[in-house]
């Protein structure tokens, strides 16, 4: 299913077999939370993009429109329109986003929705039942995602808590790919704060499960970079060197470059369509942000070369004009901007590493991408 091509020091070049397409990695797997990318961008503008996976959120679908509903639609695939892999996170992640809103026992996680204030329950087994009505290709354990910095004890109790969650995971996904045939994929997470020693027992114990692939998981929520890399080198040695690798979460093009230089596999983010709502462009030559004045009568494309929709058609004047105006299509525009910058860069990546030139193409890039101009 996993198969590396080219490696260039620890970066990896890899195709990844799903039963819906491959996944040619290092590869960026674009947000859609409830099943569309925000800023009125569509799974079809998605194929034109260039982008290889879509990721949706458990937790936000199972309240609206509830994963029964898209069971009965023939599941995210046909509701979406998107026909490559799908990856769907587990609804932990909301464990520490809605830490004033929950309560952890061993059995799962008490919510409260943040649409209508009912208390939910999701556990291992209702997170996996969820997973599978939605029909994504790649199911993600469910786990705890704790704070950093975090207590040693807690840190420690919280991640044995999330190895039992991920056994339970597991028998739970392999009896209803055997009842149904679904053959669904499951991503065991590693946690542990930043304690490396925690981190490093806890991927040797999930390692030895035999999972169909292995995510960093609780990191990039407030640690400066340095402890993200300090933790990805100190588990990376015991992550199966056959399975893809999943830094979850992250980030700027700058983690990302830093990550597949430390044996990444797969990124998500927010950030791009996030930062392109709110006028914040990426480039070649750092970050532009179209909100400033002097933009107002420039008549250049966002990025010289670039070939995007945005970038093909219309000019920064046109386009701040847009966001000043509150125009829908300036959100839009700049997404596909964003998502097509992402994209391409890690197309650029993966270039680079077959080439036995990644770390020049690391060195050339990674000081002026983060940058704001």
Same mark, same amino acid.
Not at 62 to 81: I, N, Q, S
């Given at each position: 299913?996993?198969?590396?091509?080219?490696?260039?020091?620890?970066?990896?070049?890899?195709?990844?077999?799903?039963?819906?397409?491959?996944?040619?990695?290092?590869?960026?797997?674009?947000?859609? #939370? @409830?099943? =569309?990318?925000?800023?009125?961008?569509?799974?079809? $503008?998605?194929?034109?993009?260039? @982008?290889?996976?879509?990721?949706?959120?458990?937790?936000?679908?199972?309240?609206?429109?509830? $994963?029964?509903?898209?069971?009965?639609?023939?599941?995210?695939?046909?509701?979406?329109?998107?026909?490559? +892999?799908?990856?769907? $996170?587990?609804?932990?992640?909301?464990?520490?986003?809605?830490?004033?809103?929950?309560?952890? %026992?061993?059995?799962?996680?008490?919510? =409260?929705?943040?649409?209508?204030?009912?208390?939910?329950?999701?556990?291992?087994?209702?997170?996996?039942?969820?997973?599978?009505?939605?029909?994504?290709?790649?199911?993600?354990?469910?786990?705890?995602?704790?704070?950093? +910095?975090?207590?040693?004890?807690?840190?420690?109790?919280?991640?044995?808590? #999330? #190895?039992?969650?991920?056994?339970? @995971? %597991?028998?739970?996904? $392999?009896?209803?790919?055997?009842?149904?045939?679904?053959?669904?994929?499951?991503?065991?997470?590693?946690?542990?704060?930043?304690?490396?020693?925690?981190?490093?027992?806890?991927?040797?114990?999930?390692?030895?499960?035999?999972?169909?692939?292995?995510?960093?998981?609780?990191?990039?929520?407030?640690?400066?970079?340095?402890?993200?890399?300090?933790?990805?080198?100190?588990?990376?040695?015991?992550? +199966?060197?056959?399975?893809?690798?999943?830094?979850?979460?992250?980030?700027?093009?700058?983690?990302?470059?830093?990550?597949?230089?430390?044996?990444?596999?797969?990124?998500?983010?927010?950030? +791009?369509?996030? *930062?392109?709502?709110?006028?914040?462009?990426?480039?070649?030559?750092?970050?532009? *942000?179209?909100?400033?004045? %002097?933009?107002?009568?420039?008549?250049?494309?966002?990025?010289?070369? @670039?070939?995007?929709?945005?970038?093909?058609?219309?000019?920064?004047?046109?386009?701040?004009?847009?966001? %000043?105006?509150?125009?829908?299509?300036?959100?839009?525009?700049?997404?596909?901007?964003?998502?097509?910058?992402?994209?391409?860069?890690?197309?650029?990546?993966?270039?680079?590493?077959?080439?036995?030139?990644?770390?020049?193409?690391?060195?050339?890039?990674?000081?002026?991408?983060?940058?704001?101009?």
């Amino acid at each position: 299913m996993f198969r590396i091509s080219a490696t260039d020091q620890k970066a990896r070049r890899a195709v990844f077999q799903t039963r819906d397409g491959e996944i040619h990695s290092p590869a960026f797997m674009n947000v859609a #939370t @409830c099943g =569309a990318i925000k800023g009125a961008v569509s799974a079809l $503008d998605l194929e034109d993009l260039g @982008c290889q996976v879509m990721l949706c959120n458990t937790y936000h679908l199972h309240l609206r429109p509830g $994963d029964e509903a898209v069971r009965a639609m023939g599941g995210l695939h046909k509701f979406t329109a998107w026909q490559g +892999p799908i990856l769907t $996170d587990s609804g932990g992640f909301q464990v520490y986003s809605l830490a004033k809103l929950r309560g952890i %026992k061993e059995e799962g996680v008490t919510f =409260a929705s943040h649409i209508s204030g009912e208390r939910i329950f999701m556990g291992p087994e209702e997170s996996i039942r969820i997973q599978h009505n939605l029909g994504s290709t790649i199911a993600m354990a469910f786990d705890e995602c704790v704070e950093n +910095p975090a207590p040693y004890a807690y840190a420690e109790a919280s991640t044995t808590r #999330t #190895t039992r969650w991920l056994l339970r @995971c %597991k028998a739970e996904i $392999d009896a209803l790919n055997a009842r149904t045939g679904a053959g669904q994929l499951l991503f065991g997470i590693n946690q542990g704060a930043t304690f490396a020693d925690l981190r490093q027992r806890h991927m040797a114990e999930i390692a030895a499960l035999d999972l169909d692939g292995y995510a960093i998981g609780g990191l990039a929520v407030g640690e400066p970079k340095e402890e993200m890399y300090r933790i990805i080198e100190s588990v990376e040695p015991l992550m +199966p060197a056959d399975r893809p690798r999943y830094l979850m979460g992250v980030g700027t093009p700058g983690n990302i470059l830093e990550a597949v230089n430390r044996g990444i596999d797969l990124f998500d983010c927010v950030m +791009p369509a996030r *930062n392109a709502r709110h006028g914040h462009l990426f480039t070649h030559e750092g970050i532009l *942000n179209l909100n400033n004045k %002097k933009y107002a009568l420039d008549s250049e494309p966002i990025e010289s070369g @670039c070939t995007c929709p945005a970038c093909r058609h219309f000019s920064r004047g046109y386009l701040r004009h847009l966001l %000043k105006a509150g125009e829908m299509l300036a959100m839009r525009l700049c997404v596909m901007h964003n998502l097509w910058f992402y994209n391409h860069l890690l197309e650029d990546i993966r270039s680079a590493i077959e080439a036995g030139k990644y770390q020049a193409f690391l060195k050339e890039n990674v000081n002026i991408l983060d940058k704001r101009i």
